[in-house]
């Protein structure tokens, strides 16, 4: 009986051992973690001054400004509805619209990458009045 006590205490120490190390490596790996692209949103917060101008861009060099009416972007289209004061415009809206277009309104997708796209949909949700 008390070689097989020590043997289930040697595995018990064992066992803790292990689950100390784990315990560590997880704060450890996260220290090693690919730093996320800044220009991109993550869904929910609010964007950052350098994803608002990212984005601002992507809608200028797009020429939705053409289009439509965003006042943060200085774009006063009257073709295309107005972003600003747009209650019914919602995320998922914005990204198939500008991915696949509809009417008037051509399709970006393959144009714009999604991530791009995705950036956009969010910026227009934050800055439209």
Same mark, same amino acid.
């Given at each position: 009986?008390?070689? #097989?006590? &020590?043997?289930?205490? @040697? ?8 689950? $100390? ?22 869904? =929910? ?10 984005? @601002?861009?992507?809608? &200028? ?6 289009? *439509?009416?965003? %006042?943060?972007?200085?774009?006063? $289209? ?6 600003? %004061? &747009? ?8 990204? &198939? @619209?500008?991915? *696949? =277009?509809? $009417?008037?309104?051509?399709? #970006? $997708? ?20």
């Amino acid at each position: 009986m008390t070689v #097989f006590a &020590n043997e289930a205490g @040697r595995w018990a120490k064992a066992g803790l051992a292990a689950l $100390g190390v784990a315990a560590m490596a997880v704060p450890l790996a996260s220290a090693w973690a690919v730093a996320e692209d800044p220009t991109q949103a993550a869904e =929910g917060e609010a964007l950052t001054a350098e994803q608002v101008d990212a984005a @601002r861009e992507t809608f &200028n060099n797009f020429s939705c400004s053409a289009c *439509h009416t965003l %006042g943060d972007a200085g774009a006063t $289209g009257q073709i295309g509805p107005s972003l600003d %004061g &747009n209650d019914s415009l919602d995320h998922d809206f914005i990204i &198939n @619209r500008v991915t *696949h =277009g509809q $009417g008037a309104m051509p399709g #970006f $997708g393959g144009q714009i990458a999604d991530e791009d796209i995705a950036l956009l949909s969010t910026y227009i949700m934050q800055v439209k009045k």
